[in-house]
């Protein structure tokens, strides 16, 4: 009895901690420790991140492209509304007789019109042209002088220019239904068309640069070019 109790506290002493050179049961050993990832995990962890990498690419690139396509069309726009605006509003106030004259051609429009009214004669020579070279759109004036002379005979002293990169542009003038390529006043018994067809074709300051930097003008017109079309009434006077 008193050997089996002292065995007993020996246990106890001990815990479950096995006597030296004693190997536990397989179902009881402590599992080995993992030191990192393996290949395969390494593989399919980087082929993951690839695909998430490649498809954020893609998001933003396509995000990038639509904002800058609107803001060309907001450019192109702004740039071509301005200029059919103010060509609308002048030309609304073109007065034609015998000696203010109204002559035009596809790429030019030359009238009168009382557009000075801080000056003693409010009339005004305005002349619309466009460069082909410069692609520009020029506004040029000349104010009426004390002789009120031919209207044709104002030398035109301004020009500024009203609108950049307009690679196309073609005035129409209208007359009983009739679309005409030139108008010619004293012509026409002194008389303006009733209307005239605006159609302006503008590209964005990009595509400009682009051109300038030995691009196609065919291939970057055909696909950046935006074409405005507008139909002035010209009231009788």
Request: aromatic residues 8%; proline residues 4%.
């Amino acid at each position: 009895m008193k050997t089996e109790r002292a065995v007993s506290s020996q246990r106890s002493a001990l815990g479950d901690r096995p006597a030296a050179g004693v190997t536990l049961p397989a179902d009881r050993r402590q599992p080995a420790t993992p030191l990192g990832f393996t290949l395969i995990e390494l593989l399919v962890a980087v082929t993951v991140l690839g695909m998430m990498m490649a498809i954020l690419f893609i998001a933003f690139n396509q995000a990038s492209r639509a904002w800058l396509q609107g803001e060309n069309r907001v450019e192109t726009f702004s740039s071509a509304r301005a200029a059919l605006d103010m060509m609308s509003r002048e030309l609304q106030q073109a007065m034609v007789n015998d000696r203010l004259r109204f002559n035009g051609s596809a790429t030019t429009v030359d009238f009168v019109a009382p557009v000075n009214p801080d000056a003693q004669v409010d009339l005004v020579r305005i002349s619309y042209d466009w460069d082909a070279t410069s692609n520009l759109l020029v506004r040029s004036t000349a104010n009426c002088p004390a002789s009120y002379a031919n209207s044709t005979e104002w030398g035109l002293t301004s020009a500024d220019p009203l609108a950049e990169n307009v690679y196309f542009l073609q005035f129409d003038y209208v007359t009983n239904n009739l679309a005409y390529a030139s108008w010619d006043s004293t012509l026409a018994g002194n008389r303006g068309p009733d209307g005239v067809q605006i159609t302006i074709g503008t590209i964005d300051g990009r595509a400009a640069k682009r051109i300038a930097a030995g691009a196609s003008v065919t291939a970057i017109t055909n696909q950046s070019m935006k074409i405005f079309t507008t139909l002035v009434a010209i009231p009788k006077r």
